[in-house]
């Protein structure tokens, strides 16, 4: 795995051991969100469940795109632009249908034509963050479809992971920075 993404095995290592490092933070936090649901053990999938009760935040998709495009500014004018183009024309089919897959997934595979994204979009905070993950994967396609030819234009999932997380943090903070309560 490590040789077809062209990961070197002290990069391996170093995260290995920056994991390791960081377990007894991670097992704290874990304690916490354990003690706040009132839960005697913790599953995989209550590290999803909301910890504050009384709660309820809105975010409509047009507000989803607000805060997107304003978090995203740091990466500049012409990234800003593109994702506001995949709003305006479509490229993200982001609402619940019956029949439709779950989960959430950006196709930049048709080297001629721009990305499609594939959510379900539930008007919650993880749905924002959903999306602006899915855009980072939309936006390296893109960019990367439009600078280099047919044989060099894909990448690993190892990379692919590094513009969609950005894309996530950028939202955090900015959507944290501008909190007053």
């Known amino acids: 795995a490590l040789d077809a993404n ?39 999938y209550d590290l999803y ?3 504050v009760k009384g709660i309820d935040a809105d975010f409509e998709y047009d507000k989803a795109k607000a805060m997107i495009l304003a978090a995203m500014q ?6 800003v632009n593109i994702l506001d183009e995949a ?14 897959r779950s989960g ?12 499609y994204i594939l959510l379900n979009y539930n008007n919650l905070y ?20 439009k600078t280099q030819p047919f044989q060099t234009a894909d990448y690993p999932i190892f990379v692919a992971e ?7 943090i950028l939202l955090f903070n900015d959507t944290y920075n501008k ?3």
């Open 87 to 100: 709003f305006k024309n479509r490229w993200i089919d982001a609402y619940p249908t019956p029949g439709k």
């Open 126 to 145: 993880n749905d924002v963050s959903t999306l602006a993950h899915e855009l980072g994967h939309t936006m390296q396609s893109y960019l990367s479809n």
């Open 6 to 44: 062209n990961i070197s095995t002290q990069v391996y290592h170093a995260l290995i051991e920056n994991v390791n490092k960081n377990l007894d933070s991670f097992h704290r936090y874990l304690d916490i969100k354990r003690r706040m649901l009132g839960v005697d053990q913790l599953y995989y």
């Open 104 to 115: 959430a997934y950006s196709s930049g595979s048709a080297y001629d034509v721009h990305p």
């Open 179 to 181: 909190t007053t309560d």
């Open 162 to 168: 590094v513009a969609s997380t950005l894309n996530e």
């Open 74 to 79: 740091p990466l500049g004018e012409d990234y």
């Open 49 to 51: 469940a909301p910890t």
